[in-house]
């Protein structure tokens, strides 16, 4: 990994970055690169995260920057959180009572004889109906047929989660507040980090960034949210890009689609490129070492979250259609136990594996040991049409080919650069096809696919230029060079 400041001209003077995430820190590759970047150029450099169990509160990872996360529920963005606290318990223990009070009575034995009767258990809640967090689940059977008692718990549980986003934000500047360091530049990362950016930048009067990496109204839940919710999301990211100082984002496309949206100044550009790197030749078989897998066998990653429309199941309906490949699902997120579960049907005779994320100092080491990565992201969302997922950088920089979306965002890159094969992601045979084409060919067009990754990665689509982008702005912010 080569040193950012072989690419920045002008001497830095010593000054403070705090970067703001809405999630733990651990395995945001865009937050590692530009914290290592400044502390390279001799910068004190704080990340506010999010707790979660098991992580510690305040910590100097590896990598040596600071991380403080701070603990954060949607229950604290109430305006009196203990009261509210304190109803919910006397409500909860209410529902116990009330539910403890509707056990039905033993069955009346049958008259007749010789026969026999059996006594029947306490009433469980799917045998009621009702869930123990509906508003209705202290009502009795006959009182709440199942049909309204369900439309009411999607409506109450829709509303709580529109609910949960305000209040969560509102949560996380009200400890920001009182735990982040002050500094000479906010850095917001996405939707729920830059309300807390600016309230930071307001109070220490600083100057704020909003690293808009995705278009969040057309991504995961605010997807799939009604026009109401969506418009008043859309107006708050608006507000928000209006107060920043500066609003950047990960490609052109993107860009684009956010000077419109918000009426600002066209973002800039910063992509989510890796830090040069120059893999091992051969490459390490860490994947086998890790997985016990046959010498001969090849390994087609996937990696990063392991979420909706990733592509994630299209490549394990075909993964048995590439002879002598075993998938490697290695990530984090919502899907794990379901995949997990998945992996491990006999069926699937070991053709997935499941192994966890890695830091993303450690990142490129397991990238460089695959044989291909596979991204076939779904056309689900406007966001997924125009990515270029760090996946796609992280691959041409450990110099493996790819097979990726023939989207617009990747399928650009890929074609220009030639470090793969784009297919259609909705199509399992097709996806197999590519992968096959990859791993099955003469070695010198296999290395040629891997050759030419490399290639780009270190002329074009690295991080060390991405920074001095970066960089330059920060400069042009705080009016002293980065």
Known sequence: MTDATGALSAEPVQQRAVLILPSTGEFDSRTYRIATTLLARGHEVTVVARWTAG???????????????????????????????????????GRRMLRRGRRPRPAVAPTSPGATGSVPGPATEAELGLAATSPVATLPAAAAPARPASALRRAYGSLIRRLAIPLTIRAHVKAARDLAPAADLYHGMAYMG??????????????????ARD?????????????????????????????????????????????????????????????????????????????????????????????????????MAAIPAVPEA??????????????????????????????????????????????????????????HRLTTPNKLFEAMAAGVAVVASDLPGMATIVRATRCGIVCDPADPAAIAAAIREVLDGAPADRAGWGSRALAAAHETYNWERQATILLDEYGRLTGRPW
């Open 55 to 93: 992580l510690a509160t305040d910590e100097v990872v590896p990598a040596g920057y600071r991380i403080v996360r701070i603990r954060v529920a949607a229950v604290d963005g109430l305006p009196f959180p203990p009261l509210f606290r304190a109803a919910r318990a006397v409500v909860r223990g």
């Open 326 to 383: 075993t998938l490697v699902l290695m990530g984090y997120g919502v899907l794990e136990p379901e995949l997990r579960a998945a992996a491990a049907d006999p069926a699937r005779a070991n053709r997935v594996r499941l192994l966890p994320a890695v830091r993303p100092d450690e990142l490129l080491d397991w990238v460089g040991a695959a044989d291909v990565v596979a991204m076939p992201i779904q056309a689900s969302t406007l966001n």
């Open 194 to 211: 830059i309300p807390v950016a600016l309230a930071l930048g307001r109070r220490h009067r600083a100057p704020v960034v909003y690293d």
């Open 215 to 315: 278009i969040y109204l057309e991504a995961r839940n605010m997807a799939r949210m009604g026009r109401p919710a969506r418009w008043l999301l859309g107006w708050a990211e608006r507000r928000w890009a209006h107060q920043a100082d500066r609003v950047i984002t990960v490609n052109d496309a993107y860009a684009d689609v956010m000077a419109e949206r918000f009426r600002v100044n066209r973002p800039l550009v910063v992509m989510n490129c890796a830090y040069r790197f120059n893999p091992p030749r051969p490459p390490d078989r860490r994947f086998h070492a890790a997985l016990d897998l046959p010498p001969g066998e090849r390994v087609v990653l996937y990696h990063g979250g392991l979420f909706p429309h990733r592509g994630i199941e299209e490549l």
